[in-house]
């Protein structure tokens, strides 16, 4: 199993510009979720994702979307990248939904936006 | 809103020390997380605990319900367990992460 994949590990976007950081997991787990790191804060949520069809928001929503078509796959779509989405994302799944389920996360995506 | 919060935010400490990172979070966290993030590399989920003492080979995490505090040690460290290590709290609205202990080990 490959777990939880992200890519690209490293992007570079002008300011307004769009991209898609891709997530998969090969786990069938339920829950899908994105996060970004920034130096001196924790990991903050930017959207999730509870079963296919299935998105809502986290604590940091503006400028992303993102869909669930398949149970596998939840990509987050910048829209119109800006600088203060230079962070770290991760992506990450647990098999339910919950605080009792342990989460696999991905290498990290490390964006720029100049 | 749910909080938690770790202590220290760094700590180096030599080779073969018992290491304890401290982890207090607010009422409305029912699970504690122990997670290890190592330079440049991803996330890794060490511990979920809601009661009681778990150990994976020389790590061991407790909690406190009643004092609403966890631990994470680390016995005979080792420079390979220099990393960042985050608490994060589990409740209805999902998981709150603390900021992270920056732990280094010296040889």
């Known amino acids: 199993n490959a777990g939880v994949t992200q890519t690209p590990k490293f992007q570079v976007l002008k300011t307004g510009q769009s991209m898609t950081l891709q997530c998969a997991q090969d786990?069938?787990?339920?829950?899908m979720s994105w996060y970004r790191q920034d130096p001196g804060m924790g990991l903050r949520l930017i959207h999730y994702s509870v079963g296919a069809g299935i998105t809502d928001q986290g604590e940091v929503p503006n400028g992303y979307n993102v869909s669930r078509s398949t149970t596998e796959d939840f990509p987050l779509r910048l829209l119109s990248a800006a600088p203060s989405q230079t962070s770290v994302y991760f992506c990450?799944?647990?098999?339910?939904?919950?605080?009792?389920?342990?989460?696999?996360f991905g290498n990290g995506t490390r964006l720029t936006v100049t | 809103k749910n909080e938690v919060e770790q202590s220290p935010q760094n700590l180096t400490a030599q080779e073969g020390e018992f290491i304890t990172i401290n982890c207090s979070y607010s009422?409305?966290?029912?699970?504690l997380h122990w997670l290890q993030q190592h330079p440049g590399g991803g996330i890794v989920s060490l511990f979920m605990?809601?009661?009681g003492k778990k150990k994976h080979g020389r790590l061991i995490a407790t909690i406190n319900i009643q004092e609403k505090h966890s631990s994470l040690h680390i016995t005979a460290s080792h420079p390979r367990d220099s990393a960042v290590y985050i608490c994060?709290?589990?409740?209805?609205?999902?998981?709150?992460f603390g900021k992270g202990t920056h732990l280094i080990i010296q040889p």
């Open positions: 990450a799944s647990s098999r339910v939904t919950g605080q009792y389920s342990p989460l696999h």
């Open positions: 009422v409305g966290i029912s699970a």
């Open positions: 994060a709290g589990g409740g209805a609205d999902g998981l709150t």
């Open positions: 786990m069938n787990h339920e829950y």
């Open positions: 605990l809601s009661s």
